[in-house]
């Protein structure tokens, strides 16, 4: 990018927030300062020129927002309990504000903050939401009138072992959030909230079986921008067959859902992680276009990538490489500079053809490694 070096706040030194760090300093256009309330999450991190560390909880409002003064922007990748203590922090130090939640409380905590903010507040730019509602409105804006837009996202293991199908690749607290939360929907032209885990379909995808049900967040803030024109508008999470009805035992039937502290410490326990993952995205539009009835669909299976040097998974690119493209954006002008930014204001070809967002073109594993010296 043809810039001065801008100097970001990362929050949270996670799987996702070190991706985030490592991409945006081997760009050559970032200056990161990385904050975790951990010294030795942060001392795990590899020094690098043009960053810097401080350990700090993200609670310390007063701390936290001195400690952001001067910088150009900050991107949370803390739990998403814990985000909107960084969105007050960076409103009252008066920078942009970019997060990966998918908690729909938060979002709207974030919303509020919008109309006293002097600059963008950006929830939800990670992968669902964040690029498939960049992928629904793109689908949406071919039809004159939309009858449905079903959105499909699933972030698994390439080689399942256990009877959920699944390893523990995102944030468990997250995940059971998600599975707990009611679900938004638009149904015969009406905005309804749905129960998580219900609506159970099954379809296959280049050859491979795979189940979808309701969970919440995925659809951001989509069904607010397509009320009045799409007659019905879903997202459901992808997993393997089976997944959906084990994961309603623990939860609704022995009650954990109740109790998702006790639920996360057993599933930390018992499910191993793995770097060998994929993102299966599939999104469907069928309505109007040029006077007949039409359907178009979005497919793509994403998996681990060498980037920056070093190979990723691909929840991490997906995730890490998204967040990054929308600052990209901002940076570029190319996304509101002040209030709250939905990411279906993004464009989708805009996205695809930054140096970040082109993470999400490649299909194949551990490819040549993508440069991030491009113009975006």
Sequence with gaps: M????????????????????????????????????????????????????????????????????GHY?????????????????????GIHYLDLTEDVATTQAVSALAPHA?????????????????????LARRFEKIDALRLRVGAL???????????????????????????????????????????????????????AFNTSGGLGTLCESLAGRVRNLNYRTIRYPGHR???????????????????????EYAIPGTPQDMVVIFATATGIRNGRVWQESYANTIYPQVIAGREWTAIQ??????????????????????????????????FLENRFGRAYATRTIASAPLSLKATP
């Design 118 to 138: 002097s600059h963008a507040l950006i929830p939800q730019c990670g992968l669902a939401p964040g690029f498939i509602s960049i992928v629904g409105m793109d």
């Design 157 to 211: 293991p390439e080689f399942p072992s256990n009877a959920l199908g699944y390893n523990l690749t995102w944030s468990t607290a997250g995940v059971i959030n998600e599975y707990c939360q009611p679900c938004d929907a638009i149904v015969q032209g009406k905005q309804v909230s749905v129960p998580p885990l219900e609506e159970l379909e099954h379809f296959a995808l280049d050859g491979v079986q795979y189940e």
């Design 317 to 350: 690119t997906t995730t890490a490489c998204a967040v990054c493209a929308v600052l990209d954006l901002l940076v570029a002008g190319k996304v509101p500079a002040k209030g709250f930014v939905r990411q279906e204001d993004i464009e989708l070809s805009a």
């Design 2 to 69: 043809n810039q001065a070096v801008h100097r970001i706040v990362v929050m949270g030194a996670g799987h996702i927030g070190a991706m985030i760090t490592e991409l945006l300093i081997a760009s050559g256009d970032y200056e990161v300062t990385l904050i975790d309330q951990s010294l030795t999450a942060l001392q795990a991190i590899p020094a690098r020129e043009r960053l810097r560390t401080e350990a700090r909880s993200v609670t310390d409002s007063v701390g936290l927002t001195q400690a952001m003064r």
């Design 245 to 267: 009805d084990a994961m309603k035992l623990l939860l609704q039937d022995l009650r954990l859902a109740e109790r998702p502290e006790l639920l996360t410490e057993v599933l």
């Design 73 to 93: 922007a900050v991107i949370s990748a803390v739990p998403y309990s814990l985000t909107h203590h960084v969105a007050r922090a960076a409103q009252a130090a």
